[in-house]
């Protein structure tokens, strides 16, 4: 699969609050917005797992972390279907 490079300026303070170097601090980066776009369904969680750089099951079982539902969508889908 073909990728795109995204360049993002991290203030040098950012990095030393956060006690991290910028690899991992984009890594971390790139997992919080899969997470934050899969929570709007803007994303798959297919999708969202390849951008977060793991595979789809344990992009799922990551979510609880970030207090995200990972069945959000169907059961908002039940919810409807049943009022």
Do not use: W
């Not at 990095?15 to 997992?31: C, I, N, Q, S, Y």
């Not at 969202?48 to 069945?71: D, I, K, Q, T």
């Amino acid at each position: 699969m073909a990728a795109q490079h995204i360049t993002v300026d991290i203030p040098e303070k950012v990095l030393f609050a956060e006690k991290t170097d910028a690899h991992a601090f984009g890594k971390e980066l790139r997992v919080l917005a899969a997470v934050k776009l899969f929570e709007m369904e803007r994303l798959s969680s297919g999708r969202a797992a390849e951008l977060a750089g793991m595979s789809r099951v344990e992009f799922l079982l990551s979510l609880s972390r970030y207090s995200v539902f990972p069945l959000a969508s169907e059961l908002h889908d039940l919810e409807e279907e049943h009022a």
